[in-house]
């Protein structure tokens, strides 16, 4: 058997020196990611936490919205008696929308001591609208960034759907 010359042992030994240096260089970064990762880490947490917040924020935000709109709609099927039609108001309207919003925002599991809601009779044109308006308490779920203690939603109904003022 003979043995290769130095020419072909060449790229061996430059192939064995070059992991050589790559698992040199590896025993002295040894402890770097982790430095990297404890510094980066807590930033992480901090972007991904608020984010939660807010995005719990806006989708029950959202959702008080859409809730409180179906409210209104229900309310504004309720019939005037003829003198409040004849004066432009609608009592049972009004009641029915408090009472389906009241309904709606406990079902949700907002507390409904600390929401002040509102509903209000508008008229435009000969025509009536309901308006309804919720400030609600929000309570973030992380609390790390600031969010706003109470958020407002007002909706309301189109004037041409409820028919009260004709």
Do not use: K
């Given at each position: 058997?003979?043995?290769?010359?130095?020419?072909?042992?060449?790229?061996?030994?430059?192939?064995?020196?070059?992991?050589?240096?790559?698992?040199?260089?590896?025993?002295?970064?040894?402890?770097?990611?982790?430095?990297?990762?404890?510094?980066?880490?807590?930033?992480?947490?901090?972007?991904?936490?608020?984010?939660?917040?807010?995005?719990?924020?806006?989708?029950?935000?959202?959702?008080?919205?859409?809730?409180?709109?179906?409210?209104l709609r229900w309310g504004s099927l309720q019939t005037p008696s003829d003198r409040e039609r004849e004066v432009g108001g609608c009592s049972a309207c009004l009641q029915q929308a408090?009472?389906?919003?009241?309904?709606?925002?406990?079902?949700?599991?907002?507390?409904?001591?600390?929401?002040?809601?509102?509903?209000?009779?508008?008229?435009?044109?000969?025509?009536?609208?309901?308006?309804?308006?919720?400030?609600?308490?929000?309570?973030?779920?992380?609390?790390?960034?600031?969010?706003?203690?109470?958020?407002?939603?007002?909706?309301?109904?189109?004037?041409?759907?409820?028919?009260?003022?004709?």
């Open positions: 058997m003979s043995l290769p010359s130095d020419g072909a042992l060449a790229p061996m030994r430059r192939a064995a020196a070059q992991a050589w240096m790559r698992a040199r260089s590896r025993r002295h970064r040894r402890g770097a990611e982790a430095v990297e990762f404890a510094l980066v880490f807590p930033v992480f947490v901090t972007l991904l936490a608020g984010t939660f917040d807010y995005g719990m924020l806006f989708f029950t935000q959202f959702q008080v919205n859409a809730e409180l709109h179906h409210s408090d009472a389906d919003a009241e309904d709606t925002l406990e079902a949700l599991g907002i507390d409904l001591e600390r929401t002040d809601i509102e509903t209000t009779l508008v008229q435009m044109d000969g025509h009536c609208s309901l308006v309804l308006e919720a400030a609600i308490p929000h309570t973030p779920l992380v609390g790390l960034f600031s969010t706003p203690e109470t958020y407002v939603v007002r909706t309301s109904t189109p004037a041409q759907q409820v028919t009260l003022c004709d």
